[in-house]
């Protein structure tokens, strides 16, 4: 952490550097011209006027970023900065909560309901903040301070928010039933959640950092046209503006943010490395009597079949007669005798089968071809899915079966000077693509996914080949073939920038200057660790499955579709895309965050409204604005035409949910004893303030009638007095015109009759 009025962080953009300098040199002044406390807003353009950088939205959005990030390193920086746009009315009374255990506070999401919740904020005399969408910087460190909160009392954040849904309808997601795992698409998982199926998916513990998979409570679907579309390296996903994905800052902190606020080169949350245990697994072929030569009942995915079933994704499809499996057919070329052969070796090694057609390669077995179609879910190309029992194959059959997918209808691109580098994987099944992509993934192998559309063409294999979208699925040579050069996903943000290294004579780690990377290999992050102290979050990061994707693109799409929300057990996250990143259960997106923020201070956030129970129970429906309303586009862009706002609640269940959202934290007992004794006090004080108020009055009207009496006498010197006041600009004085022991023993005479 820096000192006072330095930053300890070290850019590597000259451009930061300068305008962090600049920052610094403009508060300096400011202080010294006796200005302590000013916004964000007012040293953005003292910069501006100092020729720091122009007045510009995009210089405006980089250096508001480049202010988080310094205020959180220096406090003394940030101690200087008060925040106007997002207002707090403080109504606490300390003598109401006299006795009581909690301080509660109410936040609301946005300022039009101000109105609404003030008068309660009043009533009860608890603090009132507008958070106006997330909260600002400023408010989150005044509640990590707690300077307004009474000693020995718990701090209670009581938000109110609107429920914004989830991702889209055609979003991967990993999934289990059982002894079954598979990738599907959003909607598909949430239809068989309606219809009381139990569905597991893929989570991650925030606390071991481990991934694992995590029960699904519930699930809500509703349209909406806030949808934003999101590139990273090694794939893409559709999710609305609101939604919340997880990102790691440039020290290793897991943070989270709406898809809106996503920037590029943000580090996205991905998983590359053995996470699903590897297991022996048997394959059950079926069996018909009537058939002269059996096949073997049981066969075991080994690398010979795996490498087999990876020819058949490629070149192989399903031969029907009358509608009815006959048949596996291999569509090779004449010049791949070498695949051919080794087709026809493990066809007979693993099935005891030989071709019955050499051209295309014809093996005639209705259980084979029963089998082959049951294990990729159709007979077509764009039909094809990846086989359910990859999925707990060891990652040696995986290769194996990629390898056969290569050799059937992939290739090896070469990658500077070397003959072999980077293998694609190309296929018009996107299911098959994805579910391909996920494998590697969690195997530990770094592959990425991307499409091209490609038009009609004539193939030397199959003759006119339609247009349409292909996938393709690569494996980077780093990999395959060992090469220096290290993929995202196996890198994480470099979280030795602040470590201290051991400097013996002879280590390796000699004159390493790690505090230049941005990123660290994550073999070499496990190797330095091993042998510096490391804080124990950074050690679990470093050691767990985690990786990064880096941002390429975040825009938002001018459609309306329906998204979709799950809420997963405990962890309230998982993971989702055609290549998987970490994501945030939505609909309490703001409050998750400011949640997490403040979760380290002991302070407890609760979600009192919006909740998806209430959106259910009171059948609330989408609101959306008017078009007639000049503010209309503006609030299309940022939350999208249609949401479910806090706005829809009946008057009369809000101010039900506000009461019984605040006397949950309150001891009515004690409050009704400090009530009573107040309500004496109160009344005591009203009578006394009568009498004495009646006392007054007489007393003035003695006083009034002397004093007039006096200035009559010299009228004429009073106006004077009053001619030379007014002027002067000066207030007139009647002090010395008449005799003010007279007129005080005059009332001190009266005050005894009265007595």
Known sequence: MAGAGSSGIRFRSSWRRKVAEAVYNTVRDLNDAGVHR???????????????????????????????????DDPWLDSMFIDTSKPRFDFYMESFWAGQKYFPELWIEKDALRGFFEPYARRYKVNLVVCRGYPSVTRLREAKEQRHVPPDVRYVILYFGDWDPSVTGDTPILCREGNRIYVDEMR??????????DIEVLSLNLETMTVEFRKVKSAYIHPSNNIYLVKYTGGFIKLTGNHSVYVLTP??????KGASELRKGDFLVTICDSVLPASRIVLEVPQINRMRKKLPRKVILDRGLSKLLGYYVAEGYVKRQYGKP?????????????????????MKKVFGIAPTKREPRLFMSVPLAILFESLFKGTKAPEKRLPEPLWYAGRDVVMSFLRGYVGGDGYVRPEGRREKGEWIITTRSKWLAVGLNWLCRLKGIPSRLHTVYQRTHVSKKIGLVKGGLTWYVSIPASFTRGLKTTPKCLQIPNVFKEVRFPRPRNSWLR??????????????????????????????LVNSALGIAVVEDVRKLETTELVYDISVEGNENFFGGVTPILLHNSGVDIFRWINEELKPYNIEVNKVALTREQVRKYKLPPMIPKKSDPRYKKYVKKYGEVVVELDALHPAVLRDIIRKSILKYMDVHKRLEVEVAEGIGLEAYKVVDEVLRNIRRRLEAVAIKKIREEVNLILPKVYQKLLEALQCGEELRLEGLYSREAVMQLVKEELKKVM
């Open 38 to 72: 000013f916004t964000v807003r007012q040293l953005f353009y003292q910069l501006v006027s100092r020729g720091v950088f122009q007045s510009t939205k995009q210089n405006y959005k980089n250096f508001d970023a480049l202010l988080v990030r310094l205020r959180e």
């Open 251 to 256: 020290s290793g902190e897991l943070i989270i």
């Open 188 to 197: 598909n998982v949430v239809a068989r959640l309606i219809d009381n199926h």
């Open 511 to 540: 004159g390493m200057r790690t505090d230049l990377w941005r990123v660290i290999n994550k073999r070499n992050a496990r190797k330095i660790a091993s042998v510096v102290d490391l804080d124990e979050h950074k050690l679990r």
């Open 326 to 346: 006959v048949g596996v057919c291999f569509c090779f070329s004449s010049a791949e005798n070498n695949r051919i052969a080794e087709v026809d070796f493990l």
